[in-house]
């Protein structure tokens, strides 16, 4: 957990207004848009809505935090210790399954291991858990397999971009940080 992640100190504008409403919809109401699935250039505000989500639930709700690489890296240890069924499993201990950077040795070429991930996501939300997923990469031209999979079975899951705030939002925000001070 990272505490300066917060909903309020998140630059909002037309750029990152629905990622943003979608992200404070699921602190009020937990399992509304399941899975929900942000991607968007490096630096959008991608990770800071993840730990602002996150910020906004721990109290409340057993949230859990990981990037795509380690959740990549922990899946071939439990696939080579033949514990893949313990590795799904263990996921199923939290109310919030955050990934971020999904793309993370899931790309294109790499099918298995996409159709691996989406295994465990629909085990997650068959149990009622919240998935929040982030890539750096637009799914339906780079994460084809989990991209159609989210397309045909998720219908109260969101898909959608994120782009870093306008110079004008963020030179207002940093501005109005100054006063506060």
């Known amino acids: 957990m990272n505490p300066k992640y917060t909903f309020d100190n998140f630059v909002v504008d037309?750029?990152?207004?629905?990622?943003?409403?979608?992200?404070?919809?699921?602190?009020?109401?937990?399992l509304r848009y399941n899975p929900f699935f942000v991607?968007?250039?490096w630096h959008s505000?991608?990770?800071?809505?993840?730990?602002?989500?996150?910020n906004a639930l721990q109290e409340k709700y057993k949230v859990f935090y990981t990037?795509?690489?380690?959740?990549?890296?922990?899946?071939?240890k439990s696939l080579q210790e033949k514990r893949y069924a313990d590795f799904i499993k263990q996921y199923q201990n939290y109310d919030v399954v955050m990934i971020d950077n999904i793309e993370e040795r899931t790309s294109k070429c790499m099918v298995d291991t996409q159709?691996?991930?989406m295994e465990v996501i629909d085990s997650l939300l068959a149990n009622n858990k919240?998935?929040?997923?982030?890539?750096?990469?637009?799914?339906?031209?780079?994460?084809?397999?989990?991209?159609?999979h989210f397309a045909s079975h998720y219908e109260s899951g969101i898909i959608t971009d994120i782009s870093a705030p306008n110079v004008v939002s963020s030179k207002?925000?940093?501005?109005?940080?100054?006063?506060k001070a």
């Open 14 to 30: 037309s750029q990152n207004e629905l990622p943003y409403s979608v992200a404070t919809a699921i602190t009020k109401n937990l």
């Open 39 to 41: 991607y968007g250039k």
């Open 45 to 54: 505000g991608k990770t800071h809505l993840l730990r602002a989500i996150e």
């Open 67 to 76: 990037t795509g690489e380690q959740f990549h890296s922990d899946l071939v």
């Open 115 to 117: 159709k691996t991930i």
């Open 130 to 148: 919240q998935v929040i997923l982030t890539s750096e990469l637009n799914p339906a031209e780079n994460l084809p397999v989990m991209y159609q």
């Open 172 to 179: 207002d925000f940093v501005e109005n940080l100054i006063k």
